[in-house]
């Protein structure tokens, strides 16, 4: 049984699965699970396009993996089936262990555990329902894998996760600014001494490319209301622990109510067998249908805080250079007070944060260019281009969000 | 304080809500619930892009109708401020009544009611909360509004309805031979004797568009596996209807329990106070968190039907000219007693089904064409185009779906 | 040196020259020739944006080659590299033969000489340039290659000229509704029995691209206003041969007074050594600079005609069903004589023709369809689509254009 | 009888000619002679797909001046219908001057003329010719029209020229990182204190904008390959002009002929009356066609040059961040020199430029940003972006160009 198949993407017209391997991947339950897991979590509040799934990035970035091999053994490096397929299985895979909303629902239910360490368990999983099959895979996702520049098309400023979200998230948000042009960057791509390169003839490309990540972070990721919107998730979240840890009743999808009374580690990944399989039992609806159950629950916090996020009442929310001080909390916190907030519940309607355009960090893992002349140049030497330093400087933001309209008075 | 808007939207760039009016109702939780409602259901099975919400349609039904009515006033038809805002405020509601998978759930739980009734009670509810405001825009709905073309634009064969959603589906699916022009559509119409009618020289858009239609009903609304998938949601709600009413326990929302538990008629809805809010507690959300608690039931066909609709493992299904006999049944049967299947219980592993693409009736709403000479016609006269009568013909296909893996044996 | 080298295009994105042979053939004078010929000859006087060029048709069509051929060899197809060398040669060049404003300049300058023979003369002069390397490219366009199905991808309904051409006259004219999906088709394309044929999944987009090809013949070729600007420069051309042969002395650029004063055979360009390389001068330029060099010339009639075409005050035309009478005929020529044109100079301000969409001749040429089971059907017996029919129905119309406010009178 | 029109456009879907003096004016020969000269006059030399005309850019001007204006208007500002007229005339007549080629052709042939000044000229011979239809046009177009406001929306760094060529050259190039977003852009435009401002929220846009300008510049109007060709062009022409002022016959089209024997003055256009005609009837094809017939001129260095860039066989190019020294420049010398190339005309052959990305000058038109608070802010002070100043800033290179193959020896 051939079990090639074509899938139509608004992005790239359309998405080959080119091997068996491939296809049984897309079609396992832990892939099938990233249909309901949307990529960009509370941002359609902002933008109504941005639905995209978890599945659909990895299919695409999948799919810019295939076109980026083939142009670089077009270039004359050669590149085995073999590795080919385990690289596409790789990036197809990487996402395997995002939760639903995942920074916010991560930080209340699974601090500590980072997301990559979820991954790799439920990649070694696949790998022994697989008999192996994945064993290239999952070296070149850990970086073992002799020939280092795949690890590096799958982790690293130029990788194809990166290049597959900042594309999807332009065109799905409707911020077209943001485009970055991969079919272009994929073209200018490289390998010299096992790394993944850009060529000379690439260097306005990676301005652009750095360009259009900014913007996307200011105009998207880092969003005025999304971050309100997170914050308020954020809060529910805390709000409906706290109520579950003081042995208060509360409504919860079955999955999503085993991680809602513990907190669990990494380790217990290996020791409980079935966690994996409840972790892969949550999705966007848990938590959705439990934010939903909670708008009629009778404590006046938790409830409220629901209803406000389903109706899109969002908090206000200003940016500071700083981290406002008292003069600017004071006054707040009197408003929240005269409208019947405790002062222990404060922090629910009330929230400090800070945020950060990571997008560029020199240090730890540059973009290299190959000049004309075959020297390997980080890309802020290679480049007579003065923004360079300018798109890559991490620009800090502190902010404060707050209930405006609230009343928790009887 | 001026609540103007601009959304960005990938599909036209931008959509501007024009009036505090349509600030208000956007914002109402009417239509924020919309936003956890897909407008094409199952279909991202089949298409993954196709997450768009009916919230995302009514928006830009919304923007369809501000751009037609501007090139009617440009064309000289007077055209008055209030009018323009109701006919928006009327395209923006005229989904409110639509539940989660509409068709699908709506025949289970809601047979007999049809959504646009439930959409009347809401928008008459609304107008309630706002001091009849949407007096004008109930009357454009509901066809009771002097000049008749308002309503032709709200609902005919050429409403703002139609040209949103057959754009915005062809846009998400990638199906981009679906795309009907509607920018070219809308500088076409023209009024005529108060009905909306197209321009003589729009002959070829039209065409054009009925293509498009026929093409998307084929390649989309009735893609076998979205049909299939269509099939076992609705048989899973059967069953779980069946299990409540025999008295099992079944997880649920809140909301949807109700709904579970009761088989709502129209009238309902004004005698059950709070069943409207009820209904508004209702989305995607709902199904799928429930569809996911049911999956380790102890009845085997609600959890095996479940397991298989969340990991993609769908029925086989097979198309017919005619009503398939026993020839195509029986040996089906077969091989469904023989993995378990109960006698009773056949119907939920073997589903027929009909199917038609309902494209174009002339008899009941003719599109009509204003010729150079100013005689309206219809457009299959009109055109010397000899496929209209092709492209409008009603094809009915019947259909045939079952397990082909399903095992119930202990 | 690497002559591999990427160019942006505004349809696919980018193309790839892939070999120093296609790249040779891209740098020759018969290639760059036909940067300065538009595809579209006169239709940008209806379509602004219709300016591209036969040199960038043929970069489209080497693309669309590669691409498909790529695709072929992904379902297992053989294909060694020199044939797909061959076959993007042989793709690229198949247009070398054109003059500028092709149909309306042959007739007039080499009536009976069929563009595609002058073709096949120019790609043997490269072959004998290039020491024999575009043997099996020429094999290939004639249709002596073993493999037929190769001369099918070069010339066929479903070949590669057509679909770069349709797509990108649609793109360049602003007609999306033309839009053939290039990109799915070529996914679709299969060989069988050593034929070019479409999967049975392709069925829909074969009748889009059908329908689309049908749009672009009325929408774009057979314009109204495009046919009338057509007309007016054949009169013009013809005119100006009248003068040179009654000795009349008429500007015109070197090489193309050559083919004003001559009529040229197909044998000539074996006889005459230099006739290949003043036919290869020839590009629009010189017949606009030639048209505006008469525009003053002593003879009303030609310089009327020219005046009115370069500032675009185009004939009247008018289509009819049968060809037109004296009933139609003899008011316009009333009209003129009136003017002051003389009886035998009717003819060049009062112009009938004939037109029709040869878009789909069933008899010689069928696409066929690779139903599932194997066997291969011609494309309107395989589908259940009612509208093949219509669809590839020729459909022939009559034209009368006139010269509305001429005046001839001293 | 309604002259009304909507003309297909690639870039914006519909352009409509919105008025009977807006029609009256694109139908004037004036308008019409811009269908015949490239917007990016040699640049498809690199981009085979920059070949929309000035003619195309002028609607697009014209399409973007009323969608502003409009967006304007709802935003509360008065703008009259004759105003909205004037502004979309004087917008649409703004390159009336230019010449074919422009900066090569203006450099030779009108030194000191600047086209802004004949397009005035032409302007007001087109407004006799209206009888004063087209007086609040000029004043708009002079900037001595009351509301200072007009004038900016034609001319400053963010008029409609520039936001509809900087649009269309990216789209036309298929550069489409340089995209501007004009869409955006004008939703963002404000009036404040007479000035075109942009509001706040706009400041990613504009940051966008500069940036995406910015890379036009190096990636399209200052491309290397484009340079050497323009360098090659002026060549060419002045050496025909040389050769003319030596008494040598050459042939030329009628109009050309008149500009390659004479060097006017802006005043000639006013006491020569027929010298506007004349320029008015020179286009791309003159120089094309001229080019073409000089290829077989007795003088090698005219026909080596005419053939060379015929045939696309490009001098080679260097950038250098100082003027280049003799270290450079003699052995290149040396080399043409055994080439056959005599000492008085090495200038042909090797050529010294310098070139700049003049993209935004604080100090003469600053882009004023209106802060929520009310305040005009320069845009470079507004922003708390750290690349406005790194985007704004000039860079200066030096090339020099040369013949590499060529061989004047007899």
Redesign the interface.
Known sequence: MNK?K??????Y??I?I?SDLLYDLV?H?FL?RL??IKQLGLA??V???A???R??HA?GAMHLMSQALRALQ?KGHLIWEPELEAAQAAILLHDLGHGPFSHVLESVMLPGVEHESITLAMMKELNRQMNGRLDIAIQMFEGTYPRKFFHQMISSQLDMDRMDYLNRDS???????G?I?A??LI?MLDISHDQLVIEEKGL??I??FL?ARR?MY??VYLHKTLLSAQAMLTQILFRARELVQNGEKL?A???FERFLHNEFKLEDFDTLPDLMEAFN?L????V??SV??WK?HQDPVLSVLCRKL???DLFKIQFYKEPPGNEVLEPLKKQLRSAGVKEEELHFFLIEGETANLSYAKEQDPIRVKMKNGVLLDIADAS????I???T?I?RKYYVCWAKNVSLRG
């Open positions: 090639r074509i899938i139509n993407d608004p992005v017209g359309f080959t080119s079609d339950p099938q249909r309901r359609d509040i933008y109504p396009g639905l995209h799934t599945f659909h299919l077009e065109f799905y948000t409707g911020v077209i600014e485009s042009g079919d272009r073209k306005l490309s301005e652009n360009h913007l200011w105009q409504f999808t079955p999955d039992g999705d966007d609806n848990d959705w249908a939903k159950g009629t389903l109706n899109r007579d281009i003065p923004t330093e300018a798109l400087k620009v």
